[in-house]
């Protein structure tokens, strides 16, 4: 069965700081896709970044990293000088097919990025 | 704005009631899919249409079902509603050329449907 856990239901940080959000998942498929998504307050989800399971490679994109370690199962997601419009909830999800049907998504960590 | 739509925005009805949600997506998109998201289950697969035909089915319960039309647009039947139900119903599409590269699905606004 496949599993992703986030628990870290919710985080706190003052403007500018740093936060990682943590992810592991569980899958017995060699080949999957992992996936990070933001919902902000107006409720939409906005797509930030895929993994596949055969690119280790961390990723940059800006203020955003990702650190994908198979040898953990986990793909954390940092924001760095956060912002206050960082503030949503983060979901992390997991496919173990590349359209994306079987997403099995984790329960979600709500960021609050205070003033 | 990420081109998908759904309508209604809010659904309040009543236990037992039926109620059709409707889903535009992304212009060109040949897939669609449906999620549920509730407090106690968080974000659910329910079903994926693939240009008119079924092509994948999550967690969705046999009160509901779906439906993709020629002109691609989706609909989800609920039916025998029941307060479980009361949730967030989102629609999502995608491209599947694009899909191939970067996985991202466009989801739309969502439906929130309060049964009571």
């Known amino acids: 069965a496949q599993k992703v856990t986030q628990a870290q239901t919710e985080i706190s940080v003052v403007e500018k700081e740093d936060v990682t959000l943590d992810c592991v998942y569980e899958?017995?498929?060699?080949?999957?896709?992992l996936f990070w998504y933001k919902q902000p307050p107006s409720g939409e989800l906005v797509f930030l970044i895929r993994?596949?399971?055969?690119?280790?490679q961390n990723e940059i994109s800006g203020r955003y990293s990702w650190n994908f370690q198979k040898s953990t199962s986990s793909f954390n997601f940092t924001i760095t000088a956060s912002q206050v419009v960082d503030s949503a909830v983060y979901f992390c999800?997991?496919?173990?097919?590349?359209?994306?049907?079987?997403?099995?998504f984790g329960p979600g960590t709500r960021l609050s990025v205070l003033p | 704005d990420s081109g998908v739509t759904q309508t209604p925005k809010h659904l309040i009805t009543a236990t037992g009631q039926r109620v059709t949600l409707r889903c535009s997506p992304r212009?060109?998109?040949?897939?669609v899919y449906w999620y549920q998201q509730s407090l106690d289950q968080g974000l659910q697969f329910l079903i994926q249409?693939?240009?008119?035909?079924?092509?994948a089915k999550g967690n969705i319960l046999e009160r509901f079902s779906a439906q993709q039309f020629p002109d691609l647009h989706s609909e989800l039947n609920l039916s025998s509603l029941e307060l479980g139900d009361s949730a967030l119903y989102f629609c999502?599409?995608?491209?599947?050329?694009?899909?191939?590269?970067?996985?991202?699905?466009?989801f739309g606004e969502g439906s929130r449907l309060t049964v009571l």
């Open positions: 999502a599409s995608s491209d599947p050329g694009r899909a191939l590269n970067t996985g991202e699905l466009f």
């Open positions: 899958t017995r498929d060699t080949t999957y896709y």
């Open positions: 993994r596949n399971s055969f690119d280790e």
């Open positions: 999800a997991l496919s173990t097919n590349n359209y994306g049907q079987n997403f099995v």
């Open positions: 212009s060109g998109d040949l897939s």
């Open positions: 249409y693939y240009n008119g035909e079924e092509r």
